[in-house]
């Protein structure tokens, strides 16, 4: 009789450690799940990555503009809507000068790919439709998204007419 009683004791300790663990296990992986996407949060703002996004009208064709997380950005998003006209320089690249200037942070780039969307100062917007290096530092705003489509519309003009929106 006490072999029994000691049996279905052990038996209910086990199956109590058992129901413990795997309750530990789940809590555990719910924690780790939580921690990755809490990182890789972190990963994306560290690097600009944001949803953010701005529309871009050129000669009446829509384009998306992914944008990076800043303060330019913001302050950019601040004044939209936006119609300007931009004018080509050097066979690469459309400019405009805005009547006022907004924060910049102007790093060194390196390397320009078409679609970059910059500022060059605190108030000069430059929109880019050729790949090469530059010695020059510009305040990262954005990456047009559908880059084969821009490049289309932007050979086509010297000057573009260009509103800016959310």
């Given at each position: 009789?006490?072999?029994?009683?000691?049996?279905?004791?052990?038996?209910?300790?086990l199956m109590?450690?058992?129901?413990?663990?795997?309750?530990?296990?789940?809590?555990?992986?719910?924690?780790?799940?939580?921690?990755?996407?809490?990182?890789?949060?972190?990963?994306?703002?560290?690097?600009?990555?944001?949803?953010?996004?701005?529309?871009?009208?050129?000669?009446?064709?829509?384009?998306?503009?992914?944008?990076?997380?800043?303060?330019?950005?913001?302050?950019?998003?601040?004044k939209l809507?936006?119609?300007?006209?931009?004018?080509?320089?050097?066979?690469?690249e459309k400019?405009?000068?805005?009547?006022?200037?907004?924060?910049?942070?102007?790093?060194?780039?390196?390397?320009?790919?078409?679609?970059?969307?910059?500022?060059?100062?605190?108030?000069?917007?430059?929109?880019?439709?050729?790949?090469?290096?530059?010695?020059?530092?510009?305040?990262?705003?954005?990456?047009?998204?559908?880059?084969?489509?821009?490049?289309?519309?932007?050979?086509?003009?010297?000057?573009?007419?260009?509103?800016?929106?959310?």
């Amino acid at each position: 009789m006490k072999k029994r009683i000691i049996c279905l004791t052990m038996g209910f300790l086990l199956m109590g450690c058992q129901n413990d663990e795997s309750l530990f296990n789940q809590q555990n992986h719910h924690t780790r799940s939580s921690q990755r996407e809490i990182v890789s949060d972190y990963k994306e703002k560290e690097r600009g990555i944001s949803n953010m996004e701005m529309i871009m009208t050129i000669n009446n064709q829509d384009f998306t503009v992914l944008l990076e997380q800043n303060e330019t950005t913001e302050a950019l998003i601040e004044k939209l809507p936006m119609t300007i006209t931009m004018k080509d320089l050097n066979a690469n690249e459309k400019y405009y000068y805005m009547d006022n200037s907004i924060p910049a942070n102007a790093q060194p780039i390196e390397r320009i790919k078409a679609g970059d969307f910059m500022l060059f100062g605190d108030d000069c917007l430059v929109l880019f439709y050729e790949n090469f290096s530059t010695s020059y530092t510009y305040t990262r705003l954005g990456q047009i998204e559908d880059v084969e489509s821009f490049l289309k519309m932007i050979h086509q003009n010297k000057t573009i007419d260009v509103t800016l929106h959310e």
